[in-house]
């Protein structure tokens, strides 16, 4: 009569062993032979291999392109604001011209260029960071922010003809803040879509999704 770990019965196994084979030694560590179940060996060879192709999957896929988007931002926004404040003094100087609207004839060449520089740098690291935000939250960044930048273009083009002074300085301050705007939504959309042909997994950042 075989021993077992919950005692001893006449030979043979349980009724639904019946016609199987006898379980192995390690099986009998088991509190009870009839719980033994003879499972199909796992290959470590091929979950190491998975495991590694996992490893290596997620370190080959790159996050959103912020160096190369802060990069081109900030190098924006010193030659936006070096091409403002060469644009208000030539225009202040040579013709005239009372730009920017808002700073009113009364202000000197220098001071005038010097906040309509400030104020264009300014701007552009605000959008900057917008897309920086975008890129961490929206589906589609690249179409949002242009959306978004085309209704900031639009309101800084109209915002100067609604301030009394010249017209001529009016319609100059509208021009400048048309191109500079553009460009700068131009530029930043660029960047980021040109970034966009890494994996960047299935998340927001999938690729194609723009």
């Excluded at 099986?27 to 590694?52: G, H, I, M, N, Q």
């Excluded at 949002?144 to 100067?160: E, K, N, R, S, Y």
Aim: proline share 10%; aromatic share 8%.
């Amino acid at each position: 009569m075989p021993d077992s770990p919950s005692g001893r019965y006449p030979g043979g196994l349980p009724g639904r062993h019946v016609g199987r084979p006898a379980p192995r030694p390690w099986e009998r560590s088991f509190r009870c032979p009839s719980t033994a179940r003879r499972r199909p060996l796992e290959a470590p060879p091929k979950r190491y291999e998975d495991f590694v192709a996992l490893h290596k999957e997620i370190e080959a896929a790159s996050g959103p392109p912020l160096r190369p988007l802060w990069w081109t931002g900030v190098s924006a926004s010193l030659v936006g604001g070096g091409l403002a404040f060469a644009a208000v003094m030539a225009l202040r100087t040579m013709f005239g011209i009372e730009v920017p609207v808002f700073a009113g004839g009364h202000a000197a060449a220098t001071p005038a260029a010097t906040s309509y520089a400030l104020c264009a740098m300014a701007a552009t690291i605000q959008a900057t960071a917008l897309m920086h935000l975008l890129l961490a939250t929206a589906a589609r960044p690249v179409r949002a922010f242009a959306c978004i930048g085309a209704i900031a273009v639009v309101f800084l083009t109209v915002l100067p003809l609604t301030i009394r002074g010249p017209l001529d300085a009016a319609l100059a301050t509208s021009g400048i803040n048309l191109v500079g705007g553009t460009s700068v939504v131009v530029l930043l959309s660029a960047v980021v879509a040109s970034s966009r042909g890494f994996p960047w997994g299935d998340g927001p950042f999938r690729r194609g999704r723009r």
